[in-house]
């Protein structure tokens, strides 16, 4: 297993693996069940100078899911993504954190880390297939957040679906890092490690020469 010290690290490995060892797949290139673990997740900027990651964008996206606000109409001004995906009323099922909210379920899962810290049910679920027909137009790429306990440390495991490396990987994994200090923080723990699990981590065509486009 692929460790790294940080995401930054870990966008800067995938994206030279995918362009030299993906597979061409519905107009990206792809590996498949990629797994891989990021030791320092609170060191979770990317500032790899031709990625040009915005940090004030990932802040914004990361309070719209604190918000719990299916509607995507005001961080679509910042992320014109967000309107290829709303619905008629403007709402997405990709707000993680009106997801984590359904249910209680984060606040349930921090109260069972609580009281029992070796729990196995410390889960979050966002992507349902028994929900499959909510998908017609935003689909959550995000499948589960798992949390345990280990060493008096908050481990997080993220499975996700798909993950588009450039832009969704740097931002999810900024937003989700966020989630595991929130969590972290309400049990008086530290921070542990990060793993990241896809089952398709792509990058598109029109980012395959980043490098070239800014210099390096």
Same mark, same amino acid.
Request: glycine fraction near 4%; include cysteine.
């Given at each position: 297993?692929?460790?790294?010290?940080?995401a930054?690290?870990?966008f @800067?490995?995938y994206?030279?693996?995918i362009?030299?060892?993906? =597979? &061409?797949?519905?107009?990206? *290139?792809?590996?498949?069940n990629?797994?891989?673990e990021?030791? $320092? !997740?609170? &060191?979770n900027?990317?500032n790899? !100078?031709?990625?040009?990651?915005?940090?004030?964008y990932?802040? %914004?996206?990361?309070e719209?899911?604190?918000?719990?606000?299916?509607?995507a109409? @005001?961080?679509?001004?910042f992320?014109?993504i967000?309107? $290829?995906?709303?619905?008629?009323?403007?709402?997405v /099922?990709s707000?993680?954190g009106w997801?984590? $909210? %359904?249910?209680?379920?984060l606040?349930k899962?921090?109260?069972?880390?609580? +009281?029992? !810290? $070796?729990? %196995?049910h410390?889960?979050?679920t966002? #992507? &349902?297939? *028994?929900?499959?027909?909510?998908?017609?137009? &935003?689909? !959550?790429?995000?499948?589960?957040?798992? +949390? /345990?306990? =280990?060493n008096?440390?908050?481990?997080?495991?993220?499975?996700?679906r798909?993950?588009?490396?450039i832009y969704g990987?740097?931002?999810?994994?900024?937003?989700?890092?966020?989630? /595991?200090e929130?969590?972290?923080? @309400?049990?008086?723990?530290?921070?542990?490690?990060?793993?990241? +699990?896809? +089952?398709?981590?792509?990058?598109?065509?029109r980012?395959?020469?980043?490098? @070239?486009? #800014?210099?390096?």
């Open positions: 297993m692929n460790k790294f010290k940080n930054q690290e870990a @800067e490995f994206y030279d693996e362009l030299n060892n993906g =597979i &061409d797949f519905d107009g990206t *290139k792809a590996l498949f990629i797994g891989f990021i030791l $320092n !997740p609170m &060191d900027k990317i790899t !100078p031709w990625r040009k990651w915005k940090n004030s990932a802040i %914004r996206e990361w719209w899911y604190l918000s719990g606000d299916k509607s109409l @005001e961080i679509s001004k992320a014109s967000w309107k $290829n995906v709303m619905d008629e009323n403007g709402e /099922q707000n993680y997801q984590w $909210n %359904r249910n209680n379920q606040n899962i921090i109260e069972k880390l609580k +009281f029992k !810290p $070796n729990t %196995r410390a889960v979050l966002i #992507y &349902d297939g *028994k929900e499959i027909e909510n998908y017609k137009y &935003d689909t !959550p790429c995000t499948l589960n957040i798992g +949390f /345990q306990i =280990i008096n440390k908050l481990n997080m495991t993220v499975t996700m798909s993950n588009d490396l990987f740097c931002n999810d994994q900024y937003c989700f890092s966020k989630l /595991q929130m969590v972290a923080n @309400e049990l008086n723990l530290e921070v542990g490690t990060y793993f990241h +699990f896809v +089952f398709n981590l792509h990058i598109y065509h980012h395959f020469k980043l490098k @070239e486009k #800014y210099g390096v």
